[in-house]
């Protein structure tokens, strides 16, 4: 009886590091996905961004919010900075519908 009981822990050990370490690139996959804009891709928003804001300044609007126009590009990388990632985090837990 002592050795089944060792055994059932050994392979419920077992199971639990197999299925915790499967987890494992399925978390990192989803976080490479999350975030998956090229630096190119990034500098070139950037360009489009300040040439949008530029024009839309010279004909008297209000340019474009950065953490708003980034997270709609990219979200991972507009996380990434700190006053994007407070208003993502109120638009994902239903404070605010803007980001």
């Known amino acids: 009886m002592a050795i089944h009981r060792k055994l059932v822990r050994i392979g419920t050990v077992a199971l639990t590091c197999l299925s915790l370490t499967a987890c494992l690139p399925v978390l990192v996959g989803g976080l490479i996905y999350k975030s998956s804009k090229s630096q ?32 709609r590009f990219d979200r991972g990388w507009a996380y990434q900075d700190a006053a994007c990632r407070a208003r993502i985090d109120a638009v994902d837990k239903g404070q605010s519908e803007v980001v």
């Open 40 to 71: 190119e891709q990034k500098q070139e928003f950037m360009t489009w961004l300040h040439q949008t804001n530029a024009q839309r300044e010279a004909n008297g609007l209000k340019p474009l919010d950065w953490c708003t126009e980034a997270a």
